[in-house]
């Protein structure tokens, strides 16, 4: 299968040709090496990988519970809300991320541990693990105000960790929390 690659742009005063990732890493790259763990960082590295395997699945398992025992009256709703907006993100992502082909931090440049979580795709843009939790959490949000610092606490958890192995860029993050909040934002607002 072919994969679409974004247009090169002459962006330079020697006219070489810089992708569009070029451009976004000016910003990207001193981030990814400020929040990027090392070899030596055992433990910080052992809990960015265990939220990181949380977010393959099991952090939604743990979500449903909670709104179940601590919402019980607002639990229908809110799952009428993040479930759909969290497949309709996942028939978008994938084509996305084949057609952006942003290959990953840990991919391009050899500053991370060997000893990480594997990915579930090939390419970084946008994180679908902030993406689908940040689809998860906005319903909660809306209907559970008082939840919000919970919310915050997880995202920031999800986020740093996605970036401290490796996996995302900055701008990954961005993409995925903006597709994740838009999404879910409209078919929250629709339906609660």
């Known amino acids: 299968m ?4 974004q247009p ?3 962006h330079t005063q020697d006219g070489a040709r810089r992708s569009w990732w070029d451009i976004v890493g000016v910003v990207d790259w001193p981030i990814t090496r ?3 763990l090392r070899q030596d960082r055992r433990y910080p590295l ?11 699945g099991p952090i939604y ?3 449903i519970a909670a709104l179940f025992l601590f919402h019980p009256h607002e639990a229908g709703l809110i799952l ?3 479930l759909p907006s969290v497949a309709l993100l996942h028939v978008v992502y994938p084509p996305l991320k084949r057609f952006t082909a942003r290959p990953r931090p840990r991919d391009v440049k050899s500053i991370f541990p060997e000893w990480h979580h ?3 795709d090939r390419f970084s843009f946008p994180s679908g693990h902030v993406m689908t939790l940040t689809a998860a959490l906005t319903p909660i949000v809306y209907v559970t105000p008082r939840t919000w610092p919970v919310a915050v606490v997880a995202w920031v958890a999800m986020a740093w960790s996605r970036l401290a192995i490796g996996q995302h860029f900055a701008s990954d993050i961005a993409a995925g929390t903006i597709l994740g909040a838009a999404v879910s934002g409209v078919w929250t607002y629709l339906i609660a």
């Not at 072919?2 to 690659?5: A, K, Q, S, V, Y």
């Not at 052992?46 to 393959?56: E, I, K, P, Q």
Request: aromatic share 0%; glycine share 6%.
């Open 34 to 36: 400020i929040l990027g």
């Open 8 to 10: 090169e742009i002459d």
């Open 46 to 56: 052992v809990v960015a990988n265990l939220l990181s395997r949380l977010g393959d």
């Open 2 to 5: 072919t994969l679409l690659r």
């Open 80 to 82: 009428a809300c993040a």
């Open 61 to 63: 398992v743990v979500i």
């Open 118 to 120: 594997p990915a579930l």
